[in-house]
């Protein structure tokens, strides 16, 4: 009976909402989380406004807070997600995950518990960017149904950084490895339409800027909150969201396995 329950439907819920739950408060009490997930990411949003947020709208005739507040927020999923793959290593070198493997705990449980806690923190992390860009100056106008699409948007896009932060993190003995990371996710936030306008970018490397992740996600946020299409980059940012969730899904799922199993 004993196993029938702790494999159950019910005990899945139970247990993933409990390790939710504790891998929340974990990351509220780690000072690293807390700064890469909401101080950093609206402190930058700041230093941006007032450095290059002029010469922007004077260069473009448009307020700069609709490329900043979106790329930021995407900034914040993806350094957010670098930190909370460091704990995880963290947690497979203490033998905690271990541990929670030979309890009574439902084996999916685990990873699904990680994935609802960054889409919180990821939500968390968006909002506190908006009510920082509100009191700048940003504003929705196209309705509350936008808004919810700009909201999803980041969550969407870090959940699929974060798998392959996680299939780094359960593979790499080295903490360094997965903070290497953050290289990537600067290049992308510098070399984006939402740090200067495309047209400011040499024209040799605009494609590249045009269409990579980060680019094509701040397009449609700003679409969605200001003026822009929509459509296209919303539909490319999906399939750069489901491509890594194809090629990362799978690894991190068998690695976080094999290293609770360790």
């Not at 009976?1 to 899945?12: D, G, P, R």
């Not at 968390?124 to 700048?136: F, K, N, R, S």
Request: glycine share 8%; net charge positive; with cysteine.
């Amino acid at each position: 009976m004993a196993e029938q329950s702790e494999t159950s439907a019910v005990s899945l819920v139970r247990h993933t909402l409990i390790q939710t739950e504790r891998l929340l408060v974990r990351w509220a009490r780690n000072p690293v989380t807390l700064l890469e997930t909401l101080l950093i990411p609206c402190l930058l949003l700041v230093m941006l406004n007032i450095v290059v947020g002029g010469q922007i709208e004077k260069f473009t005739g448009d307020d700069a807070l609709y490329g900043s507040v979106p790329m930021v927020a995407l900034v914040g999923a993806l350094s957010g997600a670098v930190a909370s793959g460091v704990l995880l290593g963290r947690e497979r070198d203490a033998g905690l995950l271990a541990k929670f493997w030979v309890l009574p705990v439902h084996r999916a449980s685990g990873l699904i518990s990680r994935i609802l806690a960054e889409g919180c923190r990821i939500l968390l992390g968006t909002v506190a960017v908006l009510i920082v860009g509100y009191l700048l100056g940003f504003r929705f106008h196209h309705g509350p149904l936008a808004g919810l699409v700009f909201l999803a948007i980041p969550v969407v896009f870090g959940l699929a950084f974060a798998t392959m932060v996680t299939a780094v993190a359960v593979y790499s003995a080295k903490a360094s490895l997965v903070e290497g990371i953050t290289i990537l996710a600067s290049l992308m936030m510098f070399f984006s339409t939402g740090f200067v306008p495309l047209v400011a970018f040499p024209t040799w490397i605009q494609p590249v800027v045009r269409y990579q992740p980060m680019s094509v996600a701040v397009d449609a946020m700003r679409g969605l909150s200001d003026k822009g299409p929509v459509a296209v980059p919303l539909l490319l940012t999906l399939a750069w969201s489901g491509a890594a969730l194809l090629v990362f899904a799978v690894p991190a799922a068998i690695g976080f396995r094999r290293a609770s199993r360790r």
